[in-house]
Structures are given as structure tokens and as C-alpha cells.
């Protein structure tokens, strides 16, 4: 009886296990809906760079503007009247100012063009992941649904069968499936345990063939079941 008890939790408790793995692979492709999110942000981010890069182009198209008007204003003043140390002096940092600024513009188009590249890029990696995404999210969800239930009627049915148990009997089973990582029950072949190869003595045997028995592997402790029918003893 405890035996078979034993057998039935075991199996129980390997589908159970099985339908864990299965919805933690399922929930591990929810991943990719993270990542989306991280592409998205990244997108917002590069978005909000370029608008300042833009900014600050603007802000030195307009400061070479008026350095510009400023050294052709200073240019005519010194074609119209006598030379004069300051006005040159000026001139020259003028004209160093405004070469200054003719590069510095120009490198800010460029920062510019390579954003806007990376941001169309991104765009495009956005939209075709977002498209996969629409279409795997709803099968996702409902293969979460169907795990959900198919595990909920598993703990359920594993309760009915654990509570015709004795609580000394179901913590014997519960200790042993934790310390030998889901299977508490070994079966016997050639009179060996088929967990741990240990070899079997006739008194196992006996026990066997004792009402509802519960008989352990002397070496791994598992609970021991016969599976072959040579398994028993020659007479």
C-alpha cells in the first residue's frame, strides 16, 4: 500500500517537475519582451541626445553668424580708414575665432549624421521585433495559462495521494526525493539497487515479500521496489 503510494507521488512528483521546466523555458522567452523595452529606451535616450547635439549646433551656427558679421564689419572699417594695431589685432582673433567655429560646426554635422544613423537603425531593429513579439506574446500567455492549470491540477492530485499517508511515511518520501533530487524509490535489478549498484542481501528479499513493505537500499537509503521478475531469490 505505501508502496504503491510511493510510486504514485514519485511519478506525480516527476511530471510536476517536468511541467516547471517546461514553464520556466516558456517564461525565459518572456525575455525578449525585456529587451524590447531596453531597445526602446536606448531609442528614447539617443533620441534625447540628438536633440541636444542639434541644440548645440544651432547655438554655434549662431555664435559663428555673429562672429562672421562681426570681422567683415571690422574688415571694412580698416579698407575705409587708416590701419589701426587694435582693429588688426582684432581681425586676427576674429578670423582664428570663426575657424574655430567652421570646425567645430562641422564636426557637430557629423556627430549629428551618425546619429541619426544609429537612431534609424535602431528603428528598424525596433519595428521587426516588436512585429515578432505581437505575434509570440498571446501563444506565450497561453502556454503559461495551460502550464498554470495543468500544474495546479497536479499539486491537487498530489494531495489526495499524499494524504492517504501516515505524516511519518510522507516525510520519509519527501526527505528522500530531496536528497536523491526527485527519486526517493529505486527499482531492483539483478539483485542489485538500480540507483546506486549496491548489491543486495537475501534479508531485503524476505522483507519484500512481507505485507505492505517498505524496504530501504542499505547503501542510498531509497525506498526499494522489484521491477524484473528474476529479481526475487532462487529458490
Known amino acids: 500500500m505505501r508502496l504503491r503510494i510511493f510510486t ?7 511530471q510536476l517537475a517536468a511541467l516547471v521546466r517546461e514553464r520556466d ?9 525585456d529587451r524590447l523595452r531596453g531597445l526602446r529606451e ?7 541626445t540628438l536633440k541636444h547635439e542639434r541644440a548645440t549646433s544651432s547655438d554655434l551656427q549662431w555664435e559663428l553668424e555673429d562672429v562672421e558679421l562681426r570681422l567683415r564689419t571690422v574688415e571694412e572699417s580698416e579698407r575705409d580708414g587708416p590701419s589701426d594695431p587694435l582693429a588688426a589685432r582684432e581681425l586676427m582673433v576674429l578670423r582664428e575665432r570663426a575657424a574655430q567655429l567652421e570646425e567645430q560646426v562641422l564636426r557637430q554635422f557629423e556627430r549629428i549624421a551618425e546619429i ?22 498571446p501563444l506565450l500567455q497561453a502556454q503559461i495559462e495551460r502550464l498554470g ?23 520519509l518520501y519527501d526527505d528522500l526525493q530531496r536528497r536523491h533530487r526527485g527519486t526517493a524509490l529505486a527499482p531492483i535489478r539483478n539483485r542489485q539497487c538500480g540507483a546506486c549498484r549496491a548489491r543486495l542481501p537475501a534479508a531485503v528479499f524476505d522483507l519484500l515479500a512481507t505485507p505492505d513493505p517498505l524496504v530501504r537500499c542499505p547503501r542510498c537509503g531509497r525506498v526499494l521496489y522489484m521491477s524484473e521478475p528474476d529479481a526475487s531469490p532462487a529458490a
Open 25 to 33: 523555458e516558456v517564461l525565459g522567452k518572456f525575455a525578449e519582451r
Open 149 to 171: 492549470q495543468a500544474l495546479e491540477a497536479r499539486q491537487g492530485q498530489r494531495q489526495q495521494v499524499a494524504a492517504q499517508l501516515q505524516p511519518s511515511a510522507l516525510e
Open 116 to 137: 541619426e544613423q544609429l537612431l534609424g537603425e535602431q528603428e528598424q531593429t525596433i519595428e521587426g521585433q516588436a512585429h515578432a513579439w505581437t505575434e509570440q506574446e
Open 8 to 14: 504514485q507521488l514519485q511519478t506525480i512528483d516527476q
Open 42 to 48: 536606448a531609442r528614447r535616450n539617443l533620441a534625447t
